[in-house]
């Protein structure tokens, strides 16, 4: 039987030697007594991709290569399902070109779902919180074993993103936004209902800084492995610098009885020290955690969502930071020279003067209760996509958009895969 308290730390310097992932892989699933078969679902982590500043977030594909050679190289395990659902507004199959996964279709027994594409199918949760039902991929449902390749990052919302967070993937596009607002913590918890793998492999070769969708990468060679996503996480919330109870969905997850729920149940067998981890991640950098420590100026007035007493860390003010790091990773420097533009969220108690700029109200629900000196615009959605930010924003801030700026090959490229990609949805869900 699976040991559900283990996590194995195993050293692994860089991507460069397969052989080696594969032997760790191997290891890691003789001695927690991971056994795949039949239809494995292999997901993978996969927000965003680009070729020149958007290298990191991804699961690196030499990782996800020695799994599925690992996996198919087993006689009871009859395919290997690369499914996954990239961020919202952007079809999967798109960022799987540019993350450098086309080659992967041609390895043994390998099958490709892209969960926005797939048929999906209602289920309800018996532990749900916010949600108490919702709809998944077919595939995913079906799926007879799971294994999880999540990226270790840091997430400017949440702290941590790592197996259990890698469920907001398992998401349609609609439901995905439904709850990712002040109830986002929540919402992660809810999923691992479904999104519960039988085994985890996290890439933390290189692990992310900074934010989740553009990080900075940092060296730490190792790949994690475990039978619980509550235990990898546990582990991959004290590598960042957290303890695990600092990691709400976590705590969430553990309070409703998913196991182990505590650290003194986890056994953690490691090749590195964690003197070695600590001395690696001592300079960890968490820039975009908090909007007021950028280096802009750009003014941000963060009021409370409607009915609560706390701003919406989990809606547009999530888009925000994803948004301007997305900004810096494209054209570094471009938020620091941007208009000083107030930028407000939720609902404001206070004056606003725009000092002779446009203010930007973000989200359907934003407004000011004091004085408004100045012309408003609105951005809207709830929460506002980074795609849609990303678009507009820049006009007002005097920077260049990563998205309008790209090169014409991918411009031309991006609406023909977005067609296709509605061609295949349209197939699977009106005509199977």
């Known amino acids: 039987m699976a040991d559900q308290s283990r996590v194995m730390i195993r050293a692994c310097p860089d991507y460069d030697d397969l052989d080696r992932i594969r032997g760790i892989v191997s290891e890691g699933m003789e001695e927690l007594g991971a056994k795949p078969f039949g239809k494995v679902l292999l997901k993978y982590n996969m927000v965003f991709a680009h070729e020149r500043f958007g290298l990191h977030p991804y699961t690196n594909p030499r990782v996800l290569e020695a799994i599925i050679d690992v996996l198919a190289a087993r006689p009871e395990v009859e395919k290997v399902i690369l499914g996954e659902r990239t961020g919202v507004y952007v079809p999967t199959r798109y960022h799987f070109i540019r993350a450098g996964y086309e080659f992967l279709k041609q390895k043994p027994k390998v099958e490709i779902c892209f969960f926005d594409e797939d048929q999906l199918v209602e289920v309800a949760l018996a532990k749900g919180g916010f949600h108490k039902s919702l709809r998944f991929s077919r595939t995913l449902v079906e799926a007879d074993y799971k294994l999880y390749a999540p990226k270790l990052k840091h997430h400017v919302t949440t702290r941590l993103t790592c197996a259990l967070k890698l469920n907001m993937g398992i998401c349609d596009q609609k439901e995905r936004l439904l709850g990712h607002d002040w109830h986002l913590e929540e919402k992660i918890a809810d999923l691992y209902e479904v999104g519960h793998p039988d085994f985890v492999v996290v890439d933390a070769v290189d692990i992310g800084q900074q934010n989740e969708i553009f990080p900075k990468p940092l060296r730490l060679g190792a790949i994690l492995m475990g039978t619980s996503s509550v235990a990898i996480d546990s582990v991959g919330a004290r590598i960042l610098g957290f303890a695990p109870d600092q990691i709400e969905h976590l705590r969430i997850v553990r309070s409703r009885g998913w196991e182990p729920v505590s650290d003194d149940q986890i056994e953690i067998s490691s090749e590195l020290s964690w003197d070695e981890i600590k001395e690696k991640t001592k300079d960890f950098d968490y820039s975009y955690s908090d909007l007021g420590k950028l280096d802009t100026p750009i003014r941000f007035l963060l009021g409370d969502h409607p009915g609560g007493n706390e701003p919406c860390w989990g809606g547009c003010i999530n888009t925000l930071k994803g948004a301007l790091a997305g900004f810096e990773a494209y054209a570094a420097g471009s938020i620091k020279r941007a208009r000083p533009l107030a930028l407000v969220v ?21 407004k000011v209760k004091g004085k408004v000196q100045g012309k408003t615009r609105r951005i809207w959605g709830c ?38 990609s509605y061609f295949h949805k349209m197939i699977n869900r009106a005509f199977r």
Do not use: M, R, W
């Not at 801030?397 to 700026?405: H, K, Q, R």
């Open 346 to 366: 939720g609902e404001y108690d206070g004056d606003v003067d725009g000092q002779g700029h446009p203010i930007l109200l973000i989200g359907n629900c934003t």
């Open 383 to 420: 929460p506002v996509g980074i795609p849609i930010f990303t678009v507009l924003a820049p006009y007002y801030l005097g920077i260049p958009s990563p998205l309008l700026g790209e090169e014409p090959a991918q411009i031309y490229k991006f609406p023909s895969q977005v067609a296709l």
